[in-house]
């Protein structure tokens, strides 16, 4: 039985991998999703089965924080909560982002793109932009209600991911299983990117920094057409999250 959690009380637990993996596949069959990426398809051109694959990549990563051996540890006892977990996830997203040559996310653009994606009206999407705006900042985002607006997460508190150990293993066998699933190139290079740091060291250093405004919360012109682009994503990853979790809970 597996000891890297996702959730555990008194009464209840739930294996983080089987968490990921099934909200992913939930992702993928839901008809959100399609409609989402087919409307993508048509107003930017942006492949539909591109979108599709990002948006399964989000939900695989969306709680990968929770692997963190500070975290895992306290499961030993109870672990219903895991504060700032989605930090670790959008950090690792950049991360993997940069690995795999998205040159939006690198140290000198990264503000940059913060504010293309959610201060300013996107005429296109490249490869950078659309990751940012299906993965990096849904992840961010999918516990929104926990985020202080008014303290922006721009410190560099979390600059090291050390996936604890009884989640490792499990880890790596899901990402090499997902490679195996993902057709598209830019979501095969992110799981195989993150299949191979993992395979090669339980520590990922230099997480970068995320550079949020207090505007990128209160912004007050015309909501932008990416925004409800991101709203669309960070509903199906919720909603996905949610059945998951009231499902595997139950057990």
Aim: glycine letters at 4%; a neutral charge.
């Amino acid at each position: 039985m597996s000891t890297c959690y996702a959730f555990k009380d008194i009464n209840s637990s739930e294996c983080l991998v089987d968490h990921l993996r099934d909200v992913m596949r939930c992702s993928r069959s839901r008809w959100e999703t399609i409609g989402l990426s087919r409307k993508l398809m048509n107003l930017y051109g942006v492949n539909n089965e591109l979108v599709s694959e990002l948006i399964a990549v989000s939900a695989l990563l969306h709680d990968v924080g929770k692997a963190d051996k500070r975290y895992q540890l306290s499961c030993k006892e109870v672990c219903a909560e895991f504060p700032n977990h989605y930090i670790f996830s959008t950090q690792l997203s950049i991360h993997l982002g940069r690995l795999v040559g998205l040159s939006e996310l690198d140290a000198e653009n990264i503000s940059n793109i913060f504010d293309e994606v959610l201060l300013r009206n996107l005429e296109r999407f490249t490869e950078g932009t659309i990751y940012s705006v299906v993965i990096v900042v849904p992840i961010l985002l999918h516990h929104y209600a926990q985020i202080n607006p008014m303290k922006p997460i721009s410190s560099g508190l979390y600059r090291e991911f050390n996936v604890y150990e009884d989640c490792l293993e499990d880890l790596i066998r899901l990402f090499s299983e997902v490679m195996n699933i993902v057709k598209t190139e830019l979501p095969r290079k992110i799981v195989k990117a993150i299949y191979e740091l993992l395979s090669k060291s339980p520590i990922i250093k230099d997480l970068p920094v995320i550079p949020l405004k207090p505007e990128h919360f209160f912004n007050l012109q015309k909501p932008l057409p990416q925004r409800f682009i991101i709203e669309a994503v960070l509903g199906i990853l919720n909603l996905c999250d949610g059945i998951v979790a009231s499902r595997n809970r139950r057990r």
